[in-house]
């Protein structure tokens, strides 16, 4: 009988890593800050916090599901340095 092909490859170690747990990490921080902000009634740190939520989780599936290879179109190191916040200086 033959196995069914998985046309996506799940990389359950990049949650394991320093990247992926990063991730994870900013997706409970951004989660924390969106409900205080909902709490606080204020309406456009709301919609900061929804955007960058997005944005991370967007990341975390791609690099998840190694997406990433196939998409070659984007300069993948500039979208993960431009979704870190800046230090300041």
Do not use: N
Not at 14 to 34: A, D, H, N, Q
Not at 57 to 77: E, G, T, V
């Amino acid at each position: 009988m033959a196995e069914a092909q998985s046309f996506v490859e799940v990389d359950l170690l990049f949650l394991k890593s320093k990247r992926g747990l990063l991730k994870i990490t900013e997706l409970v921080v951004l989660f924390v800050g969106f409900v205080c902000f909902a709490v606080a009634s204020r309406p456009p740190y709301i919609s900061a916090t929804c955007v960058e939520f997005i944005i991370t989780l967007a990341l975390l599936i791609l690099y998840l599901l190694k997406l990433h290879k196939s998409l070659s179109f984007f300069f993948w190191p500039l979208i993960v340095s431009t979704s870190r916040p800046r230090p300041e200086r």
